[in-house]
Structure formats: structure tokens, C-alpha cells
């Protein structure tokens, strides 16, 4: 039988751990790989985001077949009053039938990929395969800033964005609390603005001595052409 202290316990055990994990959400977390690192939001809904992808595909899959149900149902209507109507229904859904395969084949998880060594920050999508695909790609070359923006409105989260392109074109990486971002936004100015250690070596040249030339000596002027 176990005591009704340790009963206690362990409910307050179990309290500290839902809230660890509460507090974790949200919470961005570092993977170093072998060019560089990538960053990642842990917000706990990577369950739903699976599920979501196998409902997605069900429901294009569901889009698809009534699409061709317009036209090979039997007792089909062919006149010519709703060949317009049926037209319109089918790229409707062959459109949203697309749309919702492409959401489910590119995933719903987002990542942020620094590459240290192509100097490149990577947005990709993961599915619930990790596979991985590309978003957006941005030379470190191109960035122009990296700041943390504050929302006008009360109780909104802070974005952590990056400015690129001769046109100012904005990226949002996070969104999340200001403390987190403030962090993350001082590491990622640190390795954006890093320069490419490039070594030289150092050659040795002739050295030319030049004599000073005194108040009285003659001044040739150069030739037209070298002028």
C-alpha cells in the first residue's frame, strides 16, 4: 500500500513536470550538424502536425475523386447548361485537390538552417518523414539586418525577422517571447556578420627607394597619354 505522502509527492512530481513542459513550449532549440546548425520552435503539437498531413492527403484524395465524380458518375449530365457549372466545380477542386497534396507533401514543421559554410540561412519545411524542403534561401551577403520586432497590439508575440535584397524583402524566422528571441537574435549577428577566414600569404616584393625631392629640383610633366 502505498503511504499517502509519497502520493503527494509524486502528484507534485507530475505537477512540475507539466509545467516544465508547458514552459517548454515555445522554447527554440539548437541542432549543431556538420556545416553549421539548425533552429527549431518546440511548440508539442508534432502528433498533431502528422495527423493534420494524413488528413490533408485524405481530403485531396477526396477532392480528386469528386472531381472525376462530375464527369464519370453514372447518370452523368452532359447538357449543355451545366457543362459551364461542372467546368467551374472541376478546376475547383482539381486546384484545391493540389493545393492540399502540396501542403501534405512539404510539411508543416518549419526550420531555419545557418550554413557556416556556404554562408547561407535556409528556411525549409519538414513532413512527417523529415524530408526536407526548401523555403527560402538568403546569402549572408544579402542581409541586411536582423532585429526583433514587438507587435503594437498588447499579449501578441514578438517576431525575430531578417531584412534581405536590394528591395528590403522581410522574413519572419520566430515568433515567440522577446526574452528567447533576444538571445537567439544575438548569436545569429554574431555568425551572419562572421567574415570568411581567407588566408594570405604574404609576398615578398622589390622595394623601390624613392629620394625626396628638394625645392629647387624640376618637375617633368608626363606625357598626354599617360595622363
Known amino acids: 500500500m502505498t503511504p499517502s505522502s509519497d502520493l503527494a509527492s ?13 514552459q517548454d513550449k515555445g522554447t527554440i532549440y539548437r541542432r549543431e550538424t556538420a556545416w553549421g546548425y539548425s533552429l527549431s520552435q ?8 502528422a495527423r493534420a498531413e494524413l488528413g490533408l492527403r485524405v481530403l485531396s484524395f477526396l477532392a480528386f475523386l469528386a472531381m472525376a465524380g462530375l464527369w464519370l458518375w453514372p447518370g452523368a449530365s452532359f447538357a449543355l447548361g451545366l457543362l459551364g457549372i461542372k467546368m467551374g466545380l472541376s478546376i475547383f477542386l482539381g486546384v484545391f485537390g493540389l493545393t492540399l497534396g502540396y501542403l501534405a507533401e512539404r510539411g508543416l514543421y518549419r526550420e531555419v538552417q545557418v550554413d557556416l559554410q556556404r554562408h547561407q540561412l535556409r528556411v525549409v519545411w519538414l513532413n512527417r518523414r523529415d524530408d526536407a524542403r526548401l523555403n527560402t534561401v538568403i546569402g549572408f551577403d544579402e542581409i541586411g539586418s536582423v532585429f526583433v520586432r514587438r507587435s503594437p497590439v498588447p499579449g501578441r508575440t514578438t517576431h525575430l525577422d531578417v531584412r534581405f535584397g536590394a ?11 522577446e526574452e528567447v528571441l533576444r538571445e537567439l537574435w544575438y548569436d545569429l549577428n554574431t555568425d551572419l556578420r562572421a567574415e570568411p577566414s581567407v588566408s594570405v ?4 616584393t622589390a622595394e623601390m627607394r624613392r629620394r625626396p625631392l628638394s625645392r629647387n629640383a624640376a618637375v617633368k610633366p608626363l606625357p598626354r597619354a599617360l595622363r
Open 10 to 22: 509524486g502528484q507534485k512530481q507530475d505537477a512540475g513536470a507539466q509545467r516544465q513542459i508547458t
Open 42 to 49: 518546440q511548440d508539442g503539437l508534432c502528433t498533431v502536425r
Open 167 to 177: 528591395q528590403g524583402e522581410i522574413e519572419t524566422l520566430f515568433e515567440g517571447q
Open 201 to 204: 600569404t604574404p609576398v615578398k
